[in-house]
């Protein structure tokens, strides 16, 4: 049962637009969610975060929301760049008391970016 | 400024062979982790550390052993491997407990079982 989803394997936009990436999750105990870009030969490398008591988080170019009612959340790049072509993780946590989860993340499959110069 | 390194970086084995990968890290982290990847899915947590001495399960313990000796060491054991054991494996480490804390992760280990 797959509890973090990517349900586009794939996305390809134009350098300088919008790349919105989406990610839907069943578990309801999810309080931390977190995006991880890997490029190929290489380990996920952290990119932004947000917690479930927040609805926006903004870093650059980056920008994650969060739709808690829907299950969902959707990671924007503005304005895309040959650069973020890579896979996209979607992740997710659940706290224990104290707000610890030791690091025990919920992957999505992964979504491919391609932007095309 | 090498972070979460993995060896081997490749390795391929037979039904029934045993191997180790060794993760190291040199952030004096005190959380570890193995990830396991597999086509079209997401990675998976096999075993955690939260100290030295210490190992944990985690979503898919089945096949592997784990050991913590040192702090900057985290070992992964395959006692029987099998072809289902075909994946790359991610070492991953982190300062914190706390939720939303970075996780570094190493390039990954490419495992295939014959």
């Known amino acids: 049962d797959q509890q973090v989803k990517q349900n586009s394997p794939s996305l390809s936009v134009q350098e300088g637009r919008i790349s919105i990436l989406n990610c839907d999750y069943t578990?309801?105990?999810?309080?931390?969610f977190l995006w991880y870009k890997k490029y190929p030969a290489e380990g996920p490398t952290f990119l932004i975060s947000?917690?479930?008591?927040?609805d926006k988080n903004e870093d650059g170019r980056f920008t994650v929301f969060l739709n808690k009612s829907a299950k969902h959340l959707s990671l924007h790049i503005v304005p895309s760049q040959p650069g973020d072509s890579a896979v996209y993780f979607c992740a997710a946590s659940v706290s224990n008391a104290g707000g610890t989860s030791y690091g025990k993340l919920t992957f999505g499959q992964g979504t491919i970016l391609t932007v095309h110069p | 400024n090498a972070g979460v390194t993995q060896t081997p970086k490749f390795r391929v084995l037979k039904t029934g062979q045993s191997m180790t990968l060794l993760c190291a890290q040199d952030?004096?982290?005190?959380?570890m982790y193995w990830y396991r990847q597999d086509p079209g899915m997401g990675l998976r947590l096999i075993h955690y550390?939260?100290?030295?001495?210490?190992?944990a399960k985690g979503e898919v313990p089945d096949g592997y052993n784990v050991s913590r000796l040192k702090k900057q060491n985290f070992l992964l054991g395959l006692e029987s491997a099998a072809p289902s054991q075909t994946s790359v494996y991610f070492c991953a480490s982190s300062y914190s407990k706390v939720s939303g804390n970075t996780i570094y992760f190493g390039e990954g280990s490419w495992l295939t079982v014959v």
């Open positions: 550390s939260v100290g030295e001495g210490t190992t």
């Open positions: 578990n309801s105990m999810f309080d931390y």
């Open positions: 952030m004096n982290h005190e959380y």
């Open positions: 947000i917690s479930s008591i927040k």
